[in-house]
T-cell receptor
Framework: AQKVTQAQTEISVVEKEDVTLDCVYETRDTTYYLFWYKQPPSGELVFLIRRNSFDEQNEISGRYSWNFQKSTSSFNFTITASQVVDSAVYFCALLNYGGATNKLIFGTGTLLAVQP | DTAVSQTPKYLVTQMGNDKSIKCEQNLGHDTMYWYKQDSKKFLKIMFSYNNKELIINETVPNRFSPKSPDKAHLNLHINSLELGDSAVYFC????????????FGPGTRLTVL
């Protein structure tokens, strides 16, 4: 079975704090893809990053960084020096590689509130 | 310039009515999707089309009927709307169904009164 767990329902931080959003996934497949999406208060879903299961290198993009660890089935997302504009719901998602009928499975999302 | 667009952005209607949501993508992708996001923000796939062919059809009431006139368009028609249909509906597209990154439209907030 495929599953994505985002145990943190809501996180509140003060601007400039660092924050890590957790994502744990379950899959029996050896080839799969992991994603993070951002949903700001305006409602759209914005793609942030995609990793494949064979690439465990951490990635940094500006204030954002991602830590992929297959040993713990985790794909955590850290925002450094958070800003008010980072306030959003963040979704982690899993896609198993295979036939066309494979589905993108979303976690339940983490609501991040960054206070000024 | 918008990659995936949906119309309308907001839809308010009465129970029992029939309504449609339109989606267009200009990314040249082969695969398009419809997702439903409920009031708790949970996102679940409803349908997927690849080159105008239906490839994913989740357990969705048959009041919901997707139609893909061409690769760039995927519309969603809903008959006999019910209160429980109130949600945000997202269209998405990807280059490949099995491993492509999905890019989402802005969403359509449907409210059934």
């Amino acid at each position: 079975a495929q599953k994505v767990t985002q145990a943190q329902t809501e996180i509140s931080v003060v601007e400039k704090e660092d924050v890590t959003l957790d994502c744990v996934y379950e899959t029996r497949d050896t080839t799969y893809y992991l994603f993070w999406y951002k949903q700001p208060p305006s409602g759209e879903l914005v793609f942030l990053i995609r990793r494949n299961s064979f690439d465990e290198q951490n990635e940094i993009s500006g204030r954002y960084s991602w830590n992929f660890q297959k040993s713990t089935s985790s794909f955590n997302f850290t925002i450094t020096a958070s800003q008010v504009v980072d306030s959003a719901v963040y979704f982690c998602a899993l896609l198993n590689y295979g036939g066309a009928t494979n589905k993108l499975i979303f976690g339940t999302g983490t609501l991040l509130a960054v206070q000024p | 310039d918008t990659a995936v667009s949906q119309t309308p952005k907001y839809l308010v209607t009465q129970m029992g009515n029939d309504k449609s949501i339109k989606c267009e993508q200009n990314l040249g992708h082969d695969t398009m999707y419809w997702y439903k996001q409920d009031s708790k923000k949970f996102l679940k796939i409803m349908f997927s089309y690849n080159n105008k062919e239906l490839i994913i059809n989740e357990t969705v009431p048959n009041r919901f009927s997707p139609k893909s006139p061409d690769k760039a368009h995927l519309n969603l028609h809903i008959n006999s709307l019910e209160l429980g249909d109130s949600a945000v509906y997202f269209c998405a597209s990807s280059q490949e169904p099995a491993r492509g990154t999905q890019y989402f439209g802005p969403g359509t907030r449907l409210t059934v009164l």
